[in-house]
């Protein structure tokens, strides 16, 4: 059993939708939480950045962490075709150690 | 420079051979890291440099992956008899030290072992 389990996808969604991207876990430890953005042929990019529990919002997008339930969450509000790309989340047991990442979800976005 | 390099962008080799991929991280940026993805996989941890020093190489898989970072700032992942299993775009990214911003990636070297 992996230590994040992602849902690989693929996610097609129409232009304006909600999205809902997930992650699980299985070790309690990690306590900080990422969501990264990949386009094709590109490095992953942050977009949110989250320590223990709770909620964090930035513009269109929402992360969410349970702890309890080991189980993050990254909504996406107002989805745009730009969005289109692989979703990755991310989590680490300290500051500045390795991340690990899950799979990946490959959303695409339709006009 | 403005973001984080890795050179060279695509790197085919025949089975058995040696190659060398490097990363200029961004000026300042005192943590370096090593990743690898495979197709339709997420980013796999191989080595974290701290400074000149390797801070955790518990990633690299096997003794035939080795990676330098003489000088602080550019970093070498060297990988010797090469296998068609090491086929994987290796990421390299940079940050200060902490999670507050984010690791920076690169846009990756797309190694193929034929």
């Known amino acids: 059993q992996k230590e994040v389990e992602q849902d690989p996808g693929p996610l097609s969604v129409p232009e304006g939708a909600i999205v809902s991207l997930n992650c699980t876990y299985s070790?309690?430890?990690?306590?900080?939480f990422m969501w990264y953005r990949q386009y094709s042929r590109k490095g992953p990019e942050l977009l949110m950045y989250t320590y223990s529990s709770g909620n964090k919002e930035d513009g269109r997008f929402t992360a969410q962490v349970d702890k309890s339930s080991k189980y993050i969450s990254l909504f996406i509000r107002d989805s745009q075709p730009s969005d289109s790309a692989t979703y990755l989340c991310a989590m680490s047991y300290n500051q500045g150690g390795k991340l690990i990442f899950g799979q990946g979800t490959e959303l695409s976005v339709k006009p | 420079g403005a973001g984080v390099s890795q050179t060279p962008s695509n790197k085919v080799t025949e089975k058995g051979k040696y190659v060398e991929l490097r990363c200029d991280p961004i000026s300042g940026h005192t943590a370096l890291y090593w990743y690898r993805q495979s197709l339709g996989q997420g980013p796999e941890f191989l080595i974290y440099?701290?400074?000149?020093?390797?801070?955790?190489d518990s990633g690299l898989p096997n003794d035939r992956f080795f990676a330098v970072r003489p000088e602080g700032s550019v970093s070498t992942l060297k990988i010797q008899r090469t296998e068609r299993g090491d086929s994987a775009v290796y990421l390299c990214a940079s940050s200060f030290g902490g999670l507050d911003y984010g690791y920076t990636f690169g846009s990756g070297t797309r190694l193929t072992v034929v």
């Open positions: 440099f701290q400074g000149t020093g390797a801070a955790d």
């Open positions: 070790n309690s430890a990690f306590q900080y």
